[in-house]
């Protein structure tokens, strides 16, 4: 994956949150990293080491409105 490839959705998500103006700042409680997810959306099994072939999944967990 290409380092462009990742900048983008991180781009796009940082302008959906600057859009959504609210009272109280939201603020980011935790980036969780691994190889699989809950129902939720939340990392399943936490991890910070991949090998090439792996899948990687991102969840940011926020406070706030």
């Not at 190889?35 to 991890?47: E, I, K, M, Y």
């Amino acid at each position: 994956m290409h380092t462009s490839s990742i900048h983008i959705p991180i781009l796009i998500l940082f302008a959906c949150l600057v859009g959504c103006g609210s009272g109280e700042p939201l603020r980011v409680a935790s980036i969780q990293l691994g190889r699989s997810l809950n129902a939720d959306g939340t990392v399943a099994g936490h991890t910070t080491s991949f090998a090439r072939g792996d899948t990687v999944y991102v969840s940011i967990v926020t406070t706030g409105d």
